[in-house]
């Protein structure tokens, strides 16, 4: 179980749902990074007193200092703070609740130094799964995910003594905010449309993904590389309550499945814990009043960004990377009202075309693929 925690990305979602864990167990806290936001950065340092706190620039790290002042806390900026609350010896677990590319790093970083990860950061595995599953093995780190449909795999696997006897896992998805709706009626949709999640709340970029599915595709790639399974073993279906966090089919026809409400709470808990369990915070889960729990499949017309990103996680190597690079440029695009929810697709497709293909990447050769896809899908309108 955690003793000492470092998290990085503590002012976002997953970063302030982690915390509110924390108040309910004995866990001390030693290192927290954020963006922007000092306000609430000095708010969580001033009630749980990490020794290293972390900005990411220089500016917003001085207006830190100044709210901290006489706190006895070490800030830091960019991407060597970020580095250095990764590796922080004090702690024994690291929450990577950061988002996109940047969690890469540090997330390497940490298990190199034979640290469990509760992994929120899903674009490190899907750019750089094999060497962060290596670097795992090589130092005796831990990856433990935090992702709600990662989690319930991790749960429904506890049992399994060989990956031979899994048929396939089973991803369910809520569809987001636009389930239903035809082609034709997407492509106006805006990002305050895009934004209405019908059952979590989370951050804009994760947001936007689950309006174009791209957020489950991200997760097909991320259970290959968590659960070393191929594509064709990783199946998604949408499922409009979110009560089934994802499934597991076995050889003999046993299908295992994770229930709870959906709170991420539950999740981050059992990273913290495992391989204990403990009380949550969160409500439980009441199956008389929960209602019908319904299944479908995906519309691969209506949501382009699922199939490409299905694509990607075929062919492998460079393909995802760039995918997830041009991904993040054409979020932020959207989100700036600087392209329509089908520019997404179109943009990521482009960022994925201009990357020379590589089957088995080196780090560096990611990163380039991830700055080659970015670059293109920044250059179109």
């Known amino acids: 179980m955690t003793k000492k925690l470092s998290i990085l990305g503590s002012t976002g979602s997953i970063g302030r749902q982690t915390l509110d864990v924390v108040r309910h167990l004995p866990v001390e806290v030693v290192a927290l990074t954020a963006g922007s936001n000092v306000e609430r950065m000095a708010e969580q340092c001033l009630e749980f007193h990490p020794k290293l706190a972390v900005m990411a620039t220089e500016e917003a790290a001085e207006a830190l200092k100044t709210r901290l002042s006489g706190q006895n806390i070490r800030v830091m900026h960019g991407e060597a703070g970020l580095l250095e609350a990764a590796t922080i010896p004090e702690a024994d677990t690291v929450v990577t609740a950061v988002v996109g590319m940047v969690g890469l790093k540090p997330t390497l970083a940490a298990l190199e130094r034979g640290k469990r990860i509760g992994l929120a950061n899903k674009e490190t595995m899907v750019c750089a799964g094999e060497l962060v599953t290596a670097a795992a093995a090589r130092f005796g780190g831990e990856i433990i995910p935090v992702d709600s449909e990662h989690s319930a795999i991790f749960q429904c696997l506890m049992g399994c003594r060989d990956r031979g006897e899994v048929k396939r896992l089973i991803l369910t998805c809520s569809g987001g905010p636009f389930f239903g709706r035809t082609k034709q009626e997407l492509a106006g949709m ?139 440029v054409a979020v932020a695009k959207y989100l700036r009202g600087e392209i329509g929810f089908y520019d997404i697709p179109r943009l990521v497709q482009a960022g994925m075309d201009a990357v020379a293909f590589v089957q088995n990447p080196t780090l560096e050769q990611i990163l380039e693929a991830d700055r080659v896809a970015r670059d293109a899908a920044e250059q179109l309108a």
């Not at 970029?205 to 991200?218: R, S, V």
């Not at 808990?269 to 969160?282: F, G, I, M, S």
């Open 190 to 328: 805006t990002k305050a449309d895009a934004l209405k999640h019908p059952n979590w709340r989370m951050g804009e970029k994760i947001t936007i993904d689950c309006a174009t599915l791209m957020n489950k595709g991200l997760e097909v790639i991320e259970a290959m590389r968590l659960y070393e399974l191929p594509p064709e073993k990783v199946d998604v279906v949408i499922h409009r309550q979110s009560i089934v966090h994802s499934l597991v089919e076995f050889v003999d026809g046993a299908v295992l499945a994770q229930l709870g409400v959906p709170d991420m709470r539950i999740p981050i808990q059992l990273a913290l814990t495992y391989p204990n369990r403990t009380v949550n915070p969160a409500a439980g889960l009441d199956l008389l009043s929960c209602g019908p729990l319904s299944f479908c499949a995906p519309d691969p017309e209506a949501f382009p960004c699922l199939q490409i990103a299905l694509n990607a996680a075929r062919q492998g190597g460079t393909a995802c990377p760039a995918m997830n690079g041009a991904n993040e």
